[in-house]
C-alpha cells in the first residue's frame, strides 16, 4: 500500500518502478474481465452517434439517436446528482437543440454529444462503483463485486482512457498507467475480498479521473484566447463539458471558484476566458478538497476509525496530485514526499506524526490559497504576501486556545471585522449577514439573533486595549479549517 502510493504520488518513480507493482505485463495487454452485453452495446452506440457527425450532418438524426440510445440512462444518472447542480441530460439537448435552430453550429453539437456523453459514463463508473461493488463486497458477495466491477473496467477502457492518454501527451503525464496499475490493484482486492484496501485504492480511480478532466477544461482554458475566432465557439463547448464532469465535487472545495470556470465557459464569450484566473480558481478548488479529507482523516484516525482514515487520507493525496501541473515539477515532488509520510502514519495510526506531515503538506498549498501565522509573531502572511499586526496571537493559559487580534481574522476570513468599544462587542460582516461577538460571552448572535446551536470555545478578550478573538471557534464558523503545528497556525479554506 505505502509503496503503490509513492508511486502514485511521485512522476519520476512512476517510469521507473511502475510494473514491479502489478501482475501486467505491458501497456498494451487488457484487463482479465467477462465484457457485459448491455455496456458495450452503449459503448458501441458512443462510437456510432460520433460517427454521424461528418461534412453533411442532420442534427436531426443525431438527436434521434441519443433520444433512442441513451437519454433514459443518461437521465438515470442524472437522478445520482445533486438536485441543485446542472444534469447532463439538459446540457446535451440544450446544446442539440439550439444548434438544430442554428443559433449554435454542428462543431458544437459534436462536442456536447462527445463530451456530455463522456460526463455520463464517468458518473457511471461512480455510480456501479457506490450502488454496486462496495454495497456486494460489504455482504462478502465478491462475485457480484466483481462483476458490477468489470463493468468499471470495461466503460474505462472503451470510453474513458482515450481522454487520459491525451491529456498524459499534452502534459507529460503519466495517468494511463497509474490507473492501469489501479484497476489490476481493486481485481485483487475483489479476488481476496478486501474492502478496506479497495475503499482505499478506489479514490485512486476516482481522483485520478477528476484530474483528467479537470485537466481537460484546463486545455482550452490555456487555448481558447489563440485559437481563430471561428474554432473558438467549440472549443468553449468543449471545455465547459470537460469541466461539468467534475464541476459537482470541485464546487465541494470552493463553490465560488467552480461557479466562475463554470460561468467563464457557458458564456460562450471567448474574452471572458482568462487562463490564469481560470487556473487559479481550479487549484482553489482542489486546496478545499486537500483541506477537506486531511482534516477529515485527522478526524477519524483521532476518533480511532483507521479504515475511515486511510480512504480520506487517499483523497487528500489524490486532490495534492490533482494539483501537479500547477506546482511544477520540484514543488511537487516536495510535497508529494510529505504525502507520503503522512499517508504512512496514518497507516500505521501515528497521530501526531499524521498531523506533522499533513501540516507540512498543507504549507504548499497556503501560499496560494490561505493565511499562515505563528504564536508570539506579528507577521503573517496572506496568500503568500507577507503582512503584520500590532499585536501577536497568543494561547491563553487558562483554556488553551489561541487568540488572534481582529486584524488578522478579517483578513482570513475576507470579511469586515470592526470592534465597537462602546458596546464591547465584536461585529463580523460577510456576505450580507452580520455576527456578534460579546467581550467575555461564549454566544454568537447573527443578525440579531442568538445561534442555540453554536458557541465560542472561549469568550472574546480585551488585552492592551486590543480585542483577541478565539480562532478555531470563528474560523470554523464561518467554513474555514485551522490546522496547527508547533506554534504555526495554517487557516485554509
Known sequence: MRKWLSLILSVSLVISSFFTLASVVSAESKFKITEDAAIAARIKAFTDIKALFTANTVLTDVKAFYVDKFQTEVKRIDATIKPEDPKIDDNIVLVLDNAIAGKLNVNQAKQAIDKGLQWYFYLSVRDLINNQVRPALKAG???????????????????????????????????????????????????????????????????????????????????????????????????????????????????????????????????????????????????????????????????????????????????????????????????????????DAVDKSDLASAKMHAFQVLKFLVVKDGVQLKVGDKKYQINGTDSAADVAPYINPQTSRTLVPVRVIAEALQAEVKYDAALKKVIIVKDGKTTELMIGSVQIVQNGEINADVKLDQPVVVKNARSFIPLRAVAELFGKRVFYEKGEIIILR
Not at 221 to 236: E, F, L, Y
Not at 246 to 273: E, H, M, P, T, W
Not at 286 to 296: A, D, H, L, R, T
Open 141 to 343: 458477495d465478491t462475485a457480484t463485486a466483481q462483476t458490477a466491477f468489470y463493468k468499471v473496467v470495461q466503460t474505462y477502457e472503451g470510453v474513458l482512457e482515450s481522454t487520459v492518454v491525451k491529456r498524459d501527451t499534452s502534459f507529460n503525464l503519466h495517468m494511463a498507467d497509474i490507473l492501469k496499475g489501479t484497476i489490476e490493484q481493486l481485481l485483487n482486492d475483489l479476488a481476496s475480498g478486501n474492502a478496506d484496501d479497495f475503499n482505499v485504492h478506489r479514490q485512486v480511480l476516482d481522483k485520478t479521473l477528476i484530474k483528467t478532466y479537470a485537466l481537460g477544461a484546463y486545455t482550452y482554458a490555456k487555448n481558447i484566447p489563440t485559437k481563430p475566432a471561428a474554432d473558438q465557439p467549440a472549443a468553449m463547448t468543449e471545455g465547459y463539458f470537460f469541466f461539468m464532469t467534475v464541476y459537482s465535487y470541485l464546487k465541494g472545495g470552493s463553490a465560488v471558484d467552480a461557479d466562475y470556470i463554470r460561468n467563464a465557459f457557458a458564456s460562450g464569450d471567448a474574452s471572458q476566458i482568462n487562463t490564469d484566473k481560470i487556473q487559479d480558481a481550479m487549484q482553489r478548488t482542489m486546496i478545499g478538497k486537500v483541506s477537506e479529507y486531511v482534516n477529515q482523516a485527522l478526524v477519524k484516525l483521532e476518533a480511532g476509525d483507521l479504515q475511515g482514515a486511510r480512504g480520506y487520507a487517499m483523497e487528500g493525496n489524490m486532490f495534492l496530485s490533482a494539483q501537479e501541473v500547477f506546482f511544477g515539477a520540484e514543488k511537487y515532488a516536495a510535497a508529494a514526499a510529505h504525502a507520503q509520510q503522512f499517508s
